[in-house]
């Protein structure tokens, strides 16, 4: 082994110890050191999100440690094909007066700085941080898609407010496609569609367009959309959407403009893990200025799963209830206060291996099995990822529903899928799909 390749695994060790495992695999497996001189040390990535996560995240880690190694200032440098070395270029000027649009609309509380990141949902933080510093540039156009309730419309207002902060002078446009859909039935209706042309396709710098799948089936607005996706698009002005499905999976949409969808980038958010539901309702919390005991935070982290709303719809009737009951909050309380609100059924590791097992035509004793034929053992590996993140269960229990395995295998499994997800969107589908199967069949209980 070089002295470089010494230099850099120092590096890495540095950046693992102030990550997580799952984290640190999916996007530094693909960094290779290329060269060190004239005190600039350059990395190469294979992906411009994974250059953009470690410009945002990493970068003056990295520096840092160069440096201490070599006792001089140490310049990084990230190399991605197409797009230069400064990743995160300045904004574009607008180059002629517009008129301004009123960007009120824009949620006040949907900043970057109040949006949990997870494991579920790392990755499209990442790409619309970047798109927020850099719109029409890095990611162009980019489509986050998940259920309800669990970050799209934050993330998406986010980056209006990044783009506000950094340009006043640019027009940011948050609208939904069914007001997009309303407003061109009334420009047809008065014979104005000419304005209507001329305020999305002038004056708009930022259009971001929440719940598209809303436009399924109304070919004529589709038809709008098409043309004014493509004049934005061709000026470099940034296009972000959400949906609840994938692009294709949306239904009645035309292909032309799913392919459209899919120029850019395409990422999904997943239900939070425990952890990072934890995590938001401490953010929630500290919002309101109140703090609740860990046992209460606990077993809301537990109890509500699947929607962040829905988490803090319960954190607000709970602190509701106990100042008409003039006490603190206890655990007590919330049982009784929430009883109707949330679910009494929860996600089970049986229920997970059963879904699994049905999903991939296989006997709940073949996952319990020691057998590794790739049909089984990859069907195996979802599963104890997904008892890992929908359970509560520790690594040791977890095992030992799988026929009494070691921890060590299940932490094995979860951080292969883990890497893998972020590289392959079939296993990105299959966890989305098991989950929603999953999810579906504790609300029939």
Request: aromatic share 10%; with cysteine.
């Amino acid at each position: 082994m070089t002295d470089f390749e010494i230099l850099w695994g120092d590096v890495l060790s540095v950046v693992k110890s102030s990550t997580n495992e799952a984290i640190f695999q999916s996007f530094f497996s693909v960094v290779h050191p290329l060269l060190y001189k004239d005190n600039k040390f350059i990395i190469k990535v294979d992906s411009p999100l994974v250059a953009d996560w470690i410009k945002q995240k990493y970068f003056s880690v990295i520096e840092k440690s160069l440096s201490k190694s070599l006792k001089t200032n140490v310049q990084l440098v990230i190399q991605c094909e197409g797009i230069q070395e400064n990743i995160l270029a300045p904004i574009t000027k607008i180059s002629k007066k517009k008129k301004k649009i009123h960007v009120t609309n824009l949620n006040s509380n949907f900043l970057f700085n109040n949006f949990i990141v997870g494991n579920s949902n790392q990755m499209a933080h990442a790409a619309s941080y970047a798109s927020g510093q850099n719109p029409g540039h890095a990611y162009n156009p980019l489509f986050i898609y998940g259920g309800v309730g669990l970050g799209k419309t934050h993330l998406m207002q986010a980056i209006g407010h990044a783009v506000i902060a950094k340009n006043k002078d640019l027009n940011v446009l948050y609208i939904s496609s069914e007001k997009f859909l309303n407003q061109y039935i009334d420009a047809l209706q008065t014979k104005s569609i000419s304005k209507f042309r001329e305020y999305y396709r002038s004056n708009v710098d930022i259009l971001l367009v929440d719940d598209i799948q809303f436009l399924s089936k109304k070919e004529r607005t589709q038809e709008e959309f098409f043309h004014t996706f493509n004049a934005l698009h061709n000026e470099g002005k940034q296009i972000v959407m959400t949906s609840d499905k994938s692009p294709h999976e949306l239904k009645g949409i035309e292909s032309r403009l799913v392919n459209r969808f899919e120029w850019g980038m395409v990422v999904d958010i997943q239900s939070p893990d425990f952890e990072t539901r934890v995590a938001i309702i401490h953010k929630k919390l500290e919002q309101y200025g109140q703090k609740f005991d860990e046992d209460i935070c606990f077993y809301l982290a537990n109890k509500v799963r699947n929607d962040v709303r829905k988490i803090e719809g319960a954190i607000i009737k709970l602190l509701g209830y106990a100042s008409i009951q003039n006490e603190p909050v206890n655990l007590e309380m919330a049982k009784e206060c929430l009883k109707d609100y949330v679910s009494s059924h929860t996600v089970t590791l049986d229920l997970i291996q059963k879904s699994v097992g049905e999903f991939f035509d296989l006997r709940i004793t073949d996952l319990k099995s020691s057998r590794r034929p790739k049909s089984i053992s990859y069907p195996r590996q979802l599963a104890m990822y997904l008892c890992r993140n929908m359970t509560n269960s520790s690594l040791t229990e977890i095992a030992q529903s799988f026929g009494g395995k070691d921890h060590t295998t299940v932490l094995y499994a979860c951080r292969k899928i883990e890497s893998q997800k972020s590289e392959d969107e079939i296993i990105r589908q299959q966890l989305l799909t098991l989950e929603k199967n999953i999810i579906g069949s504790v609300k029939m209980m």
